[in-house]
């Protein structure tokens, strides 16, 4: 990453204006749902587009490249770096005032990312509680909102899918693509959970707070991954279902992936081998 970019400053800022923003927005309508579609539970949100113009505002005075979920990018096939930006990863959730929802903003020092090994960079804040989560120049930091402590983060103990803690999502239509490649580990991991959004989750397995997540809706874009660099960086992996690392393919955040991302090598061997269970044990089949 540039070293002239403080990427945790920049996301910072611009977290804290989406946050005032959508807390104005709250104050102002109350609860409920601004979906664009709301037949498509997928659509955007009137949210995400108050968070992208402040984000796209804020990134005006750099000649960069910017990427945002929902939007038309901004490029210059000349331009030193690239942004991707996720502005509000869990709308429905900030909507229903549950969860950390994020915002969440990865680096790419050239004009575009063609694989996820070229983000060097990410920057996720929780909209909600306020924690923060970086990773550049080798190193991932954690900032706690509640306590005000600061530190790196490592690379996780090994743990055992027995005392693994996972998080699963079936919703969207999607419960039934996800349930036939996970039943066997609802019965071997510790402890299976659907907490948020893909930017925190993968931000809880990188500091051990989870340790691994199964994405196999069919449905997840790129821009699910940007957070991949803090993973990365504490020696956390990302893999398709069959177990081959995604760090090099070919990447374009507005595609569709399904993913295994863990804390360490070791359990995501574990998942791959449940999930090929999965696939040719009558006991788990879902018809």
């Known amino acids: 990453m540039d070293p002239a970019i403080d990427l945790p400053a920049l996301g910072h800022d611009i977290a804290r204006s989406i946050r005032a923003r959508l807390e104005h927005q709250l104050r102002d309508y109350g609860l409920g749902e601004t979906l664009g579609d709301p037949s498509n539970l997928k659509s955007t949100h009137a949210i995400d ?7 796209a505002a804020a990134l005006a005075a750099y000649r960069c490249n910017i990427f945002i979920e929902g939007r038309a990018h901004r490029f210059d096939p000349y331009a030193p770096v690239s942004f991707y930006i996720d502005p509000v990863d869990g709308s429905t959730n900030w909507e229903r005032c549950v969860g950390d929802p994020a915002f969440v903003i990865a680096c790419c020092p050239q004009p575009v990312a063609r694989t996820l090994g070229d983000l060097d960079a990410a920057y996720v804040e929780g909209l909600a509680s306020g924690d923060r989560y970086w990773a550049c120049h080798g190193e991932a930091i954690y900032q706690c909102a509640r306590t005000g402590q600061i530190g790196r983060l490592g690379p996780a103990p090994p743990v055992s899918l027995s005392h693994a803690t996972g998080y699963l999502r079936f919703g969207y ?20 959970r659907a907490f948020d959004n893909a930017g925190t989750e993968f931000c809880h397995v990188a500091r051990g707070a989870a340790h691994f997540i199964l994405e196999s809706r069919g449905f997840s874009d790129g821009f699910n991954l940007l ?61």
Not at 49 to 54: Q, T
Not at 258 to 264: E, G, K, L, M, R
Request: include cysteine; charged fraction near 25%; proline fraction near 7%.
């Open 49 to 55: 587009d108050y968070a992208a113009d402040l984000a």
């Open 173 to 192: 239509g999607g419960a039934r693509q996800q349930l036939a490649h996970s039943v066997p580990l609802m019965f071997a991991c510790r402890d299976i």
């Open 227 to 287: 957070a991949y660099p803090v993973l990365r960086t504490t020696g956390g992996v990302l893999l398709d279902l069959e177990g081959n690392p995604l760090e090099c393919r070919r990447w374009d955040p507005t595609e569709h992936y399904d993913y295994i991302a863990a804390s360490s090598p070791a359990l995501a061997d574990e998942v791959v081998s449940l999930l090929d269970e999965a696939r040719t044990n009558p006991t788990y089949r879902i018809d």
